[in-house]
Structure formats: structure tokens, C-alpha cells
């Protein structure tokens, strides 16, 4: 009885000690969602879309992964997964690992074209084919 007695003061004035030390006015930052992060970031304006596109097109993977980025989260451009899947690919072909990274994320959450949300291969008319 006398132990669970000491426990209970000694976690008492643990917690005391906590709350004091603490600072009460500075609140910790709370952790922002990815939506809400770029809701803060600056967006993309047409001329720099018009930018990437041209070198994107032109088969600079960076830019690629970027246009993947700004179709997939809407940045500047209609959000569109098909498109941002097409994108990423271009530039995970080329070995950009921010967007061999992006494609895996959209393969985990069943994103991109319906035909690659399982992510398998499937043997069709004696080809392989992803489906």
C-alpha cells in the first residue's frame, strides 16, 4: 500500500514538474497536411507551365517530375492524375528518382490510369502487359 502510495506522488509531482517547465504561451507548430502545405506554397503561374511543358516535351526529366507534381497536386493547372502519371513515368524512364519515387506512391494509392492501378502483369495475346 505504501508503494502504490510513493507511485502516485512521485507521478504527481512528475507531472507538476512537466507543466512548469513547459512554456504555456508558445504553443507547439502543429503538423500541416500536404494539402495544406501547398495551399502555402506559392502556385505555379502560366508562363512557368508553359515552361515546364517546352521542357518537358523537349525530354528534360527534372522538368517532367515537376509537371508530374503540379498535374498531380493542381498546381497551377487542372488536377490530373492520368496526366501526372504519363509525366512521371517520362522522367522515372530517365532515372529521376524524385519521380520514381512519385510513381510508387500512385501505384500504393491505386492514382493514375485505371489500367495501372493494380500495378500487375497480366499476359495477353502472348505479350505482357501492365494492368
Known sequence: MIT???????????????????????????????????ATKPRLTPSEIADLKAKAEAGDPSAQEKLGKAYQDGDGIPQNDDLAWKWYRKAADQGDAAAENNLGIMYRLGEGPRQRRSGALVLEGGKARQR
Open 4 to 38: 502504490l502510495f510513493l507511485y502516485a506522488v512521485l507521478g504527481l509531482a512528475s507531472a507538476m514538474a512537466q507543466t512548469s517547465t513547459s512554456p504555456s504561451s508558445t504553443p507547439a507548430p502543429a503538423m500541416q497536411t500536404p494539402q495544406q502545405e501547398t
